[in-house]
């Protein structure tokens, strides 16, 4: 019976966490669709390590895609949760495979040279984080981007407006990933991760 129970709650939360980001699908697309602050820091990125693959997670409406395609990087594939961002990346973007899903959903078995997450994990409370982490692992073979609002500066955390804090260095160790780069995005609220994998024991 408990487990019964269990399956209602997971499915009417799944449902409701769907609901809740295609109604925010427009506003999250007029108020960041145009912004470019963080775009130096991924060009810095992808010239000094070529990726040749990348996997946006939560990508929205497709506000990274022009940054992959000029670096010429293919294959990309960007997955998101809310079907209408989806459509105006697919307006946008045409030669953009996406597809919907949400992160801990993702069955694929392909690996990508550089996975994304922008913005993505912060909504994620602490109990879905460590199956999101798991996958994200899976599917990275080379690098990790995650980006995030800066957690000295906003209000918003530890629960406050869906936002939450997490040790990724953590997560990820237990997944052999380590952090090779930090910093803040300039002018921004925002902070970025970059992971890859620990090295081989000697």
Not at 3 to 30: H, K
Not at 171 to 189: C, V, Y
Request: aromatic letters at 10%; hydrophobic letters at 40%; charged letters at 20%.
């Amino acid at each position: 019976m408990l487990g019964v129970a269990v399956r209602i709650v997971l499915r009417f939360y799944r449902r409701a966490q769907r609901l809740y980001w295609e109604l925010r699908a427009p506003d999250v697309y007029q108020r960041y669709g145009q912004e470019r602050a963080d775009f130096p820091t991924l060009q810095k990125i992808i010239a000094r390590y070529s990726p040749r693959s990348v996997l946006d997670l939560g990508c929205g409406a497709g506000r990274l895609f022009p940054l992959y395609l000029e670096a010429g990087i293919t294959p990309i594939l960007g997955v998101d949760i809310a079907a209408r961002a989806l459509a105006l990346a697919r307006r946008a973007y045409p030669q953009v495979p996406t597809q919907r899903a949400r992160i801990e959903d993702l069955t694929m078995d392909q690996q990508f040279d550089l996975v994304v997450i922008h913005r993505v994990f912060q909504h994620l409370p602490p109990e879905n984080l460590p199956c999101a982490v798991a996958t994200t692992s899976r599917l990275a073979r080379q690098l990790i981007y995650l980006n995030e609002i800066n957690d000295q500066e906003s209000p918003h955390l530890n629960g406050g407006g869906y936002i939450f804090k997490h040790d990724y260095p953590a997560l990820f160790a237990a997944h052999g990933w380590q952090a090779i780069d930090q910093g803040r995005i300039p002018n921004t609220l925002q902070t970025y991760l970059l992971l890859a994998p620990q090295p081989a024991p000697a």
